[in-house]
């Protein structure tokens, strides 16, 4: 005899249902089993608990207090040394983009302020991906960081560009509202540049196509996204993501752009700013002349150009700005090895003359701050290796003993 509404009971806290309202029930046969609203709502946040995702509901979104651009960048300048024109560029996007969605879009003119999606050109390991992670901490809102490499033109081996959105919703642990107010980062957009001007035989399936592809999701659009990932197929349910509200940021390496602004550049012979301008300029830092038509010489079609109007810069890091990488930031290189020895009761020091000689080969190595990780990984991993076990509670590292490891290593690969 099935049981009347009024007997029914949460199976988890056991309150009838008249007193929580209503119940949801169990679709598997065998007996009645249900669940109340506040139990679910309690085994969500302990799955989010467990799982160490930060829960972005609407209303916490709707709280959110948007910092000015000067705050955005002091932020910044905890984690990222240098690069004031990028984080100048960044903070005055993202604090115009954010103003739009939580203020009035619409002022009593009816002037509607669209969105302005950022790309920027560096050198690798300047900071690209760091300015981004750190702008989403501190706006706390969702983000995610994908590879351009890894996409495909839609009906072909590889990812489909909807991906970029499918991550974006879990890691907004699949609120819908939220997810179309998070940020996405774009890394290797460089990689998707079109191969050549020449007509070919086969297809640009990872280059032309995907930028092609790109082009609805950075203008702002319904799209229908696979909420587990994959690749799209007729039967599967989807989500309809609006990325009207999700800022898209883009950055490259770019490897090769500055023959292009060379090039650009030598071309104005002729005219009042010809001999006098080119004089001025920089010849060991090209990129601070990036124009959106250098980028169309690299590659990238003026569709996905004009969907990105924010063009910032990144500088290469000087010796100056790698000895600054290595001590200043909030975790900084030398403050992360630090605190790891003293979780084992240690001290770490190091000697400035061994600073220096990092730098030194950070830049001979020319792979920015990436190097200067890997350099003192090298160095430090007989030291972490003993430290442990050893009596002594103090270690320090001289130039002497950094050079002794790295010749160690490069005799022990070759």
């Keep these: 005899m099935a049981r009347t509404p009024k007997n029914e009971v949460c199976s988890f806290c056991g309150r009838p249902a008249e007193e929580v309202g209503f119940l949801i029930h169990s679709p598997l046969p065998g007996g009645f089993v249900g669940i109340c609203p506040e139990c679910v709502e309690q085994a969500m946040n302990i799955c989010h608990l467990q799982r160490g995702h930060q829960h972005f509901s609407s209303q916490q979104l709707e709280d959110i207090e948007v910092p000015t651009p000067r ?45 302005s999606n950022i790309i920027m050109v560096g050198p690798t390991g300047t900071g690209k991906t760091l300015l981004a992670r750190s702008i989403a901490k501190l706006l706390k809102v969702p983000f995610t960081i994908v590879d351009a490499t890894v996409f495909t033109e839609a ?41 050549g001007d020449n007509p070919s035989i086969t297809r640009d399936v990872s280059g032309e196509g995907v930028q092609q592809s790109m082009l609805k999701l950075l203008e702002g659009s319904i799209v229908n996204v696979p909420p587990k990932g994959g690749r799209k197929h007729p039967e599967q349910d989807f989500v309809h993501v609006d990325t009207r ?14 023959k292009k ?55 290469p890091l000087d010796k100056t700005a790698l000895r600054n990488i290595l001590t200043e930031p909030k975790n900084a290189i030398v403050k992360q090895y630090a ?73 022990g690969n070759a």
Excluded: W
């Design 155 to 195: 009906g072909y081996v590889g990812e489909d560009v909807e991906s970029i959105l499918s991550r974006l919703l879990q890691e907004a642990d699949f609120d819908l509202e939220s997810t179309q107010r998070g940020i996405v980062f774009i890394d290797e957009i460089d990689k998707i540049a079109r191969k």
């Design 261 to 315: 602004i060379a090039q650009r550049l030598n071309t104005h012979t002729v005219g009042y700013n010809s001999v006098q301008n080119v004089r001025r300029l920089d010849p060991n830092n090209l990129l601070k002349y990036v124009e959106p038509s250098d980028l169309k010489s690299f590659g990238l079609i003026p569709e996905l150009i004009g969907r990105l109007p924010v063009l910032t810069y990144l500088n």
């Design 339 to 411: 605190h790891l020895f003293e979780l084992d009761g240690k001290t770490l020091k190091f000697e400035d003359d061994a600073l220096d000689y990092i730098v030194e080969k950070a830049e001979s190595y020319r792979l920015g701050a990436r190097g200067l990780r890997s350099i003192v990984e090298t160095i430090m991993t007989d030291a972490m290796f003993e430290a442990p076990s050893s009596a002594d509670t103090t270690f320090v590292v001289t130039k002497e003993y950094a050079h002794q490891q790295l010749e160690k290593h490069q005799s």
């Design 71 to 115: 705050e955005i960048k002091e932020h910044l300048d905890r984690y990222v040394i240098g690069q004031d024109d990028a984080k100048k560029h960044l903070a005055v996007a993202v604090y115009n983009h954010y103003k739009r969605i939580f203020r009035n879009q619409q002022d009593d003119d009816g002037v509607e302020i669209e969105k």
């Design 245 to 258: 509200n999700i800022l898209f940021i883009c950055g490259g390496a770019f490897d090769g752009i500055e």
